[in-house]
């Protein structure tokens, strides 16, 4: 009797575990789509931060008043004439902190973008070239990683100042662009280089190499893709300390000269000012935490 009915227990566990296997994976399924949620949400509203905001940089400035203008009284609080108000000189400031948005926002778009290509180029090669190559670019690598990258940035600014390097953009905003693309692709390259080198062994990559694949199939095909990945969520967050940085250049003399728009400068030039005149530094620097805002949510629904 005790043994029909063990029997009977063991069959009936037997037929119930795939289902509580069914189970559990339905759920496991389901606790993923949940956390992946927020994720997508924190997506959504960083590109929508940042579509609005360059969509803005870019029509409002032609229909706008000449941000060079001096058109109104100095220091006039914002008003139905000047929405953000004027600045030290009576210029406008709504016109000048769309004006300068949309160059900061290119400043960091460009800027991170050529670093994240670049380094993660330099990182591909380092990890399939010659170990001699690869110490070498390591050398190079650490070097920049061990000066800090402020003060890098302030010195090429300093040394390239007024030189029209690039006759496109205005003498120091081609200064900064190059700084930031000269100094900013060591990390991603470090960060790339490590991830080819540990991909090379993985199953897939190994299956690759023996079906007889190419090294540059296999570099650009198998490799690349899953490097890109973390480099540009790394990349996004990296545009947060870029948008800071170019703000905070304006405080250290190493900025966008005048008169072009930038939006560190207008806060630089109206801290003397903020007991009476808060507008001229408040108001582009609530446009900088917005863009610092749009970036670091990007950035964080890239976690993984």
Not at 62 to 90: C, E, H, I, M
Not at 288 to 299: D, E, R, T
């Given at each position: 009797?005790?043994?029909?009915?063990?029997?009977?227990?063991?069959?009936?566990?037997?037929?119930?575990?795939?289902?509580?296997?069914?189970?559990?994976?339905?759920?496991?399924?389901?606790?993923?789509?949940?956390?992946?949620?927020?994720?997508?949400?924190?997506?959504?509203?960083?590109?929508?931060?940042?579509?609005?905001?360059?969509?803005?940089?870019?029509?409002?400035?032609?229909?706008?008043?000449?941000?060079?203008?001096?058109?109104?009284l100095?220091?006039?609080?914002?008003s139905?004439?000047?929405?953000?108000?004027?600045?030290?000189?009576?210029?406008?400031?709504?016109?000048?902190?769309?004006?300068?948005?949309?160059?900061?926002?290119?400043?960091?778009?460009?800027?991170?973008?050529?670093?994240?290509?670049?380094?993660?180029?330099?990182?591909?090669?380092?990890?399939?070239?010659?170990?001699?190559?690869?110490?070498?670019?390591?050398?190079?690598?650490?070097a920049?990683?061990?000066?800090?990258?402020?003060?890098?940035?302030?010195?090429?600014?300093?040394?390239?100042?007024?030189?029209?390097?690039?006759?496109?953009?205005?003498?120091?905003?081609?200064?900064?662009?190059?700084?930031?693309?000269?100094?900013?692709?060591?990390?991603?390259?470090?960060?790339?280089?490590?991830?080819?080198?540990?991909?090379?062994?993985?199953?897939?990559?190994?299956?690759?190499?023996?079906?007889?694949?190419?090294?540059?199939?296999?570099?650009?095909?198998?490799?690349?893709?899953g490097?890109?990945?973390?480099?540009?969520?790394?990349?996004?967050?990296?545009?947060?300390?870029?948008?800071?940085?170019?703000?905070?250049?304006?405080f250290?003399?190493?900025?966008?000269?005048?008169?072009?728009?930038?939006?560190?400068?207008?806060?630089?030039?109206?801290?003397?000012?903020?007991?009476?005149?808060?507008?001229?530094?408040?108001?582009?620097?609530?446009?900088?935490?917005?863009?610092?805002?749009?970036?670091?949510?990007?950035?964080?629904?890239g976690?993984?």
């Amino acid at each position: 009797m005790m043994a029909s009915v063990t029997d009977s227990v063991h069959d009936h566990t037997q037929r119930s575990e795939p289902a509580m296997r069914s189970l559990i994976g339905r759920r496991r399924r389901l606790a993923r789509r949940v956390l992946r949620i927020p994720r997508m949400t924190e997506r959504v509203l960083g590109f929508g931060i940042l579509g609005i905001c360059l969509l803005a940089f870019i029509v409002v400035p032609y229909v706008s008043k000449d941000p060079n203008a001096l058109n109104s009284l100095p220091q006039q609080p914002p008003s139905g004439r000047n929405w953000f108000g004027t600045d030290w000189l009576g210029r406008d400031i709504f016109a000048r902190v769309f004006d300068a948005g949309r160059l900061d926002l290119l400043i960091t778009i460009v800027g991170v973008s050529i670093c994240v290509l670049g380094g993660v180029l330099i990182g591909l090669i380092a990890a399939t070239a010659h170990r001699y190559v690869r110490a070498v670019i390591v050398w190079l690598t650490d070097a920049f990683l061990a000066i800090p990258f402020v003060v890098i940035v302030i010195a090429l600014v300093n040394v390239i100042g007024q030189t029209n390097v690039l006759p496109f953009l205005a003498p120091s905003v081609d200064a900064l662009l190059l700084a930031i693309v000269l100094v900013g692709w060591a990390p991603y390259t470090r960060l790339a280089m490590a991830q080819a080198l540990a991909m090379r062994e993985r199953e897939h990559i190994v299956a690759a190499r023996l079906l007889g694949y190419g090294r540059m199939r296999i570099l650009l095909r198998h490799i690349a893709p899953g490097v890109m990945g973390t480099n540009m969520s790394y990349g996004a967050s990296q545009a947060v300390s870029t948008i800071g940085l170019i703000a905070s250049l304006a405080f250290l003399g190493a900025g966008v000269r005048e008169p072009t728009p930038d939006l560190g400068a207008m806060m630089q030039g109206g801290v003397e000012l903020l007991p009476v005149a808060w507008w001229i530094t408040i108001i582009p620097g609530l446009f900088v935490l917005l863009l610092g805002v749009g970036f670091a949510l990007v950035a964080d629904s890239g976690r993984q």
